[in-house]
């Protein structure tokens, strides 16, 4: 089975502010043609050094986000969430148009975007999606964390984190990316930080947009956030939202299982690399993954159940 590319079918802007700038962003998605790819753009700054490929080897930060750069040094940071959106909709070809180096945080989510997308519709266009299949499976790690991508015929994730704080603790969760399992289960889990790294944050420059209307934030085990969570193992999910989003840097939809334990932005950028270093690892497909079966395998945990929690 071969599916089209996609790209939105109008454009929409939105207002929103950085989340380590602090700053108000205005922010402008955009129709692209095919084999566009997702390329952020600058209007702030000239027009020759204003584009910038969301792409993992353009990746030059990955400090408590993901930061893409050109060759002329023009920045864009905190795109994963965008990225993850993109993703879940999937959206082939897009121009984002940025006032500033940042994507807007929203809520802290991708639901956000996940709402402008479909308010602006998409559409299909002339030529085939193009897939990366994993052909065998490629790992790496660091300090007791580990990311891994491995074969299979869908496009799955999978996570587990394991936190000392007794709120958070050990979490895992397992998502078959298809038909709408992003919007309906991942897409609204919001970034998390304690509240005393927030306070250092901000002594570095960063986060100084942060707050409790994009963030959850955990004060010892007690969440600060009036509303309380959106799931009980929202904390997870968001990481697993995270590395949709930075998966998506490799350009085009990967066939195939990830699973990362307490992995980062950087770990999910050094497997990409790692990825693309092997020749013999991945290929490129225009066959549509079909099979809607369990995520299962050596490495990946059993699903869990979590309802949302209502305020």
């Not at 934030?217 to 997870?236: M, Q, T």
């Not at 270093?277 to 059993?302: F, K, L, M, Q």
Request: with cysteine; hydrophobic share 40%; charged share 20%.
């Amino acid at each position: 089975m071969v599916a089209y590319q996609k790209t939105l079918r109008n454009s929409i802007s939105c207002t929103g502010v950085g989340l380590h700038g602090g700053y108000l962003i205005n922010m402008k998605l955009i129709p692209a043609p095919v084999n566009t790819g997702i390329v952020f753009k600058r209007v702030d700054v000239a027009d020759e050094i204003s584009e910038i490929p969301a792409r993992f080897d353009a990746v030059s930060d990955l400090i408590m986000c993901t930061t893409v750069e050109n060759e002329a040094g023009v920045k864009v940071a905190t795109i994963e969430h965008l990225m993850a959106a993109f993703s879940g909709c999937g959206i082939d070809n897009a121009i984002v148009e940025l006032d500033a180096p940042e994507v807007p945080v929203m809520d802290g989510s991708s639901a956000p975007f996940v709402f402008l997308i479909e308010c602006a519709d998409t559409i299909e266009q002339g030529d085939a999606r193009r897939y990366i299949k994993i052909l065998k499976e490629v790992e790496v790690s660091e300090g007791g964390a580990k990311a891994v991508l491995a074969p299979a015929d869908n496009i799955s994730v999978s996570f587990e984190i394991d936190f000392e704080n007794p709120r958070i603790g050990k979490q895992n969760c397992s998502f078959n990316l298809r038909n709408g399992t992003f919007k309906n289960e991942i897409c609204r889990a919001r970034t998390f930080g304690f509240l005393s790294d927030f306070e250092k944050l901000k002594e570095m420059g960063l986060a100084k947009g942060g707050s409790l209307d994009n963030a959850i934030v955990l004060s010892g085990p007690d969440i600060l956030n009036e509303e309380g969570l959106r799931y009980d193992d929202e904390f997870v999910r968001h990481k697993a939202l995270d590395a949709v989003g930075d998966l998506y840097l490799a350009g085009a939809p990967i066939v195939g299982q990830f699973y990362g334990f307490r992995s980062g932005h950087a770990l999910n950028n050094k497997l990409l690399q790692a990825l693309f270093a092997n020749s013999d690892a991945w290929c490129y497909t225009t066959e549509a993954p079909v099979r809607i079966g369990n995520v299962g395998g050596a490495h990946w945990p059993a699903q869990q159940a979590a309802a949302p929690i209502t305020a």
